[in-house]
């Protein structure tokens, strides 16, 4: 059962990965109208949010798109920072999102901000505490309690992974607002900004359930060995 529901979500990855592909080729040759950059898109939100103390930067890469709520920085790919589609204005309306969302204090991305140092160190660990609790507990009680620290540790992973989703919907519904409220875009502009804003949105989805399913595997496993 579990290697099904990984075969289906594996597939699913696949797909929404390639359609979001598909979808930012398509939007980055819909021009904007206004002739206006990434770049210079992020800095209009940020500043009609009265936001003074974030830059907009350029940063190496394709899809590699993030604020850094500790440098307070709107990191945009270069092709986002320079181009003027409608992909372009769609990421970096959503990148400043997530700066609109830490200057206003909103709470999931408090929360998520919260857990990333602790998730990093646990990402890298826990499923190397799994199988060695789940090894020693064919010659030692402790092993059991090992696992389940291990099971803990990925837990945290699984539950930063479903914290991020209400960030990343919000930054988008806050992004694909401000464009429409401040008519960034013509019509065909924002459907085209949407459809790829949701498609982007669908990797994290896919992504949590992913971690969901490989947290009840492990947490199975740990269960069934303890009863061995």
Same mark, same amino acid.
């Given at each position: 059962?579990?290697?099904?529901?990984?075969?289906?979500?594996?597939?699913?990855?696949?797909?929404? &990965?390639?359609?979001?592909?598909?979808?930012?080729?398509?939007?980055? =040759?819909?021009?904007? =109208?206004?002739?206006?950059?990434?770049?210079?898109?992020?800095?209009?939100?940020?500043?009609?949010?009265?936001?003074?103390?974030? =830059?907009?930067?350029?940063?190496?890469?394709?899809? +590699?798109?993030?604020?850094?709520?500790? +440098?307070?920085?709107?990191?945009?790919?270069?092709?986002?920072?320079?181009?003027?589609?409608?992909?372009?204005?769609?990421?970096?309306?959503?990148?400043?999102?997530?700066?609109?969302?830490?200057?206003?204090?909103?709470?999931?991305?408090?929360?998520?901000?919260?857990?990333?140092?602790?998730?990093?160190?646990?990402?890298?660990?826990?499923?190397?505490?799994?199988?060695?609790?789940?090894?020693?507990?064919?010659?030692?009680?402790?092993? =059991?309690?090992?696992?389940?620290?291990?099971?803990?540790?990925?837990?945290?992973?699984?539950?930063?992974?479903?914290?991020?989703?209400?960030?990343?919907?919000?930054?988008?519904?806050?992004?694909?607002?401000?464009?429409?409220?401040?008519?960034?875009?013509?019509?065909?502009?924002?459907?085209?900004?949407?459809?790829?804003?949701?498609?982007?949105?669908?990797?994290?989805?896919?992504?949590?359930?992913? &971690?969901?399913? +490989?947290?009840?595997?492990?947490?199975?496993?740990?269960?069934?060995? &303890?009863?061995?």
């Amino acid at each position: 059962m579990y290697l099904l529901i990984i075969i289906a979500i594996s597939i699913a990855s696949m797909v929404v &990965s390639s359609q979001l592909k598909r979808k930012f080729k398509k939007y980055s =040759q819909v021009q904007l =109208q206004n002739g206006l950059s990434g770049r210079e898109i992020a800095e209009k939100m940020l500043a009609d949010h009265g936001i003074r103390g974030v =830059q907009v930067i350029s940063t190496p890469g394709q899809l +590699t798109d993030h604020y850094n709520p500790k +440098t307070k920085t709107v990191n945009l790919s270069e092709a986002v920072y320079s181009q003027r589609n409608a992909a372009a204005a769609a990421v970096a309306a959503h990148e400043c999102g997530h700066a609109v969302q830490h200057a206003q204090g909103y709470e999931w991305l408090q929360m998520r901000s919260t857990l990333v140092p602790i998730v990093s160190v646990a990402s890298n660990f826990s499923v190397w505490v799994i199988m060695g609790g789940v090894i020693l507990m064919q010659t030692m009680r402790q092993g =059991q309690m090992i696992a389940v620290a291990g099971v803990f540790l990925f837990g945290l992973g699984t539950l930063f992974s479903f914290i991020t989703l209400p960030v990343e919907y919000d930054a988008s519904k806050r992004a694909l607002a401000w464009l429409k409220r401040k008519q960034m875009v013509t019509q065909r502009e924002y459907v085209g900004a949407e459809d790829a804003l949701k498609w982007a949105a669908r990797t994290y989805v896919v992504a949590a359930l992913g &971690s969901l399913a +490989t947290l009840l595997y492990f947490a199975f496993r740990v269960a069934g060995s &303890s009863r061995d």
